[in-house]
Every structure is written in structure tokens, then in C-alpha cells.
């Protein structure tokens, strides 16, 4: 059972580039997650999806867009990425919204 | 919003203290979470524990939902249990996303 599984663990992108953050879960959970954590500080919300087909802002949308054509994936996509984007990004899932929330390992972009 | 706020934002201790870290939410909630961010960067969750309180091994974790607060308490620490410290809350009517606190940093010295 691999649970929330992340992919690039890290990369380096220019100023402009476009890139996706892959994430997939293998929990059969309705309810993902794509949080960043900027140095010292907590997670905030980007995107959240309640199930295939239905996805919703966070509290720091703008330069992401994401999608759910499966259960079990979750991308993130980053368009002209920009230095204020150099962040850590933590895909999650739940099975209920409520409890049992399973991050997977992150990633670290760098923007230069 | 529910505004989520833990004290202290740090802590240095000794390896075999003893530890209290607090979190104070701005509404009532029927849910909240606590998570160990470990030094490589990893998010565990430790406790839902929406009321009452509940024990795993050195760790336990107690919420007053009516006060609106839960702590989090930590016993003979050992070096393994440094890291961040987070509390969070979720939001039922917006797909259970979480509200984070800014996190206790803990660090236990050998």
C-alpha cells in the first residue's frame, strides 16, 4: 500500500517554464489536497477536490490549475512559473473530509 | 475563517523532558488534527481527537472544544522527536480542507 505518492521529490524550473506535480493515491479516497509550505510557516491550500470531476479553489489559487479525471489522480499544474512560487507542495487525501488525512513525502520546486 | 494559533512557535529541550505545546482556535469545530512534520520534511498524523483525550505511547493530546483549545503533550522526549508540530482544523463545507497553525518548532537535544 504506497498511500499519497508525489512526484518530481525536487526540481528546478526557470522563470516561465510550466511544469505538473504528479500525485496519486491508491486509498480510494474521494477527498485531495495540493497545499504549499513557504519556509517556517504553516500549509495553505491551493486546490481541493471532493471526488473525480470536481475540483475547487483554495486560499492560493492563482498560477495553478488542476484536474480529476480518476479517483486516484491529482495533478497540479504550474503555468510561467514565477520566484514567488519556490515552495515545498504537499499532495493529501481523505476518505471522508473529516479524518485519517494522508500527506504524501512533497515536492521542492526552486523558481530562478 | 477559523483562525488556527499554536504557542510556543519553539522549544529547545533535553532529551527526557517533559513537554506541553498548545493550540487555540478562533470557533467552535467538531474536528482537529495533530501532526508531527518530521526533519526530512515528512507530514505524520498523529491524533483526530475532537474532544477529550487520547494516548499513544509519550504522546497524548487533549481538546476542550467548548474553550476552544487542545494540547498536545509529550513525555521523556527523545531526539526523534524533533521536528514541527501542527495543528489543524477542517473545514466541513469546504471539502475538509485543513487549517493549519504556524507549527512549534521542537527540538530535543541529546
Known amino acids: 500500500n504506497a498511500g499519497v505518492t508525489q512526484t518530481p521529490k525536487f526540481r528546478i524550473l526557470k522563470i516561465g517554464q510550466s511544469m505538473t506535480l504528479q500525485c496519486t493515491q491508491d486509498?480510494?479516497?474521494?477527498?485531495m489536497y495540493w497545499y504549499r509550505q513557504d519556509p517556517g510557516m504553516g500549509l495553505k491550500l491551493i486546490y481541493y477536490s471532493v471526488g473525480a470531476g470536481i475540483t475547487d479553489k483554495g486560499e492560493v489559487p492563482n498560477g495553478y490549475n488542476v484536474s480529476r479525471s480518476t479517483t486516484e489522480d491529482f495533478p497540479l499544474r504550474l503555468e510561467l512559473a514565477a520566484p514567488s512560487q519556490t515552495s515545498v507542495y504537499f499532495c493529501?487525501?481523505?476518505?471522508?473530509?473529516?479524518?485519517?488525512?494522508?500527506f504524501g513525502s512533497g515536492t521542492r520546486l526552486t523558481v530562478v | 475563517g477559523i483562525q488556527v494559533e499554536q504557542s510556543p512557535p519553539d522549544l529547545i529541550l533535553q532529551e527526557g523532558a517533559n513537554s506541553t505545546l498548545r493550540c487555540n482556535f478562533s470557533d467552535s469545530v467538531n474536528n482537529l488534527q495533530w501532526f508531527h512534520q518530521n526533519p526530512w520534511g515528512q507530514l505524520i498524523n498523529l491524533f483526530y481527537?475532537?474532544?477529550g483525550t487520547k494516548q499513544n505511547g509519550r504522546l497524548s493530546a487533549t481538546t476542550v472544544a467548548t474553550e476552544r483549545y487542545s494540547l498536545l503533550y509529550i513525555s521523556s522526549s527523545q531526539t526523534t522527536d524533533s521536528g514541527v508540530y501542527f495543528c489543524?482544523?477542517?473545514?466541513?463545507?469546504?471539502?475538509?480542507?485543513?487549517?493549519f497553525g504556524q507549527g512549534t518548532e521542537l527540538s530535543v537535544k541529546p
Open positions: 486509498m480510494n479516497h474521494n477527498y
Open positions: 481527537i475532537p474532544s
Open positions: 489543524a482544523v477542517p473545514v466541513y463545507n469546504q471539502g475538509g480542507k485543513l487549517i
Open positions: 493529501a487525501s481523505s476518505s471522508s473530509g473529516v479524518d485519517g488525512y494522508t
